[in-house]
């Protein structure tokens, strides 16, 4: 494992000031990965930190449990798969009006 990738839990929970009960029940409603390579500490790749905060936000901000979390994911990936629907339905009429 490179650890220029990855964050440990004991960091995260550090800089963002959340118990590792947080992240481990995230993970649990598979809302993040972590990785445990040597079975005793857990890690983060820097990929999901963009993910990781704006659930912190959801949950800080708005008071959001890891269940409620879960399905604002659910319903945040839907909404991005139908735009990109969309996207790609516009493109495809354009191409077809054009003849």
């Given at each position: 494992?490179?650890?220029?990738?990855?964050?440990?839990?004991?960091?995260?929970?550090?800089?963002?000031?959340?118990?590792?009960?947080?992240l481990?029940?995230?993970?649990?409603y598979?809302?993040?990965?972590?990785?445990?390579?040597?079975?005793?500490?857990?890690?983060?790749?820097?990929?999901e930190?963009?993910?990781?905060?704006?659930?912190?936000?959801?949950?800080?901000?708005?008071?959001?449990?890891?269940?409620?979390?879960?399905?604002?994911?659910?319903?945040?990936?839907?909404?991005?798969?139908?735009?990109?629907?969309?996207?790609?339905?516009?493109?495809?009429?354009?191409?077809?009006?054009?003849?």
């Open positions: 494992m490179d650890h220029t990738k990855y964050l440990s839990i004991q960091q995260i929970c550090h800089s963002y000031q959340v118990s590792p009960s947080l481990v029940a995230m993970e649990e598979e809302l993040i990965e972590i990785e445990y390579p040597n079975e005793e500490e857990g890690y983060l790749g820097i990929d930190l963009s993910k990781l905060e704006r659930l912190l936000r959801l949950n800080q901000d708005l008071d959001i449990n890891v269940a409620g979390l879960c399905v604002v994911h659910e319903l945040l990936e839907e909404r991005k798969t139908l735009r990109e629907e969309l996207k790609r339905l516009r493109r495809q009429m354009e191409r077809l009006s054009g003849f």
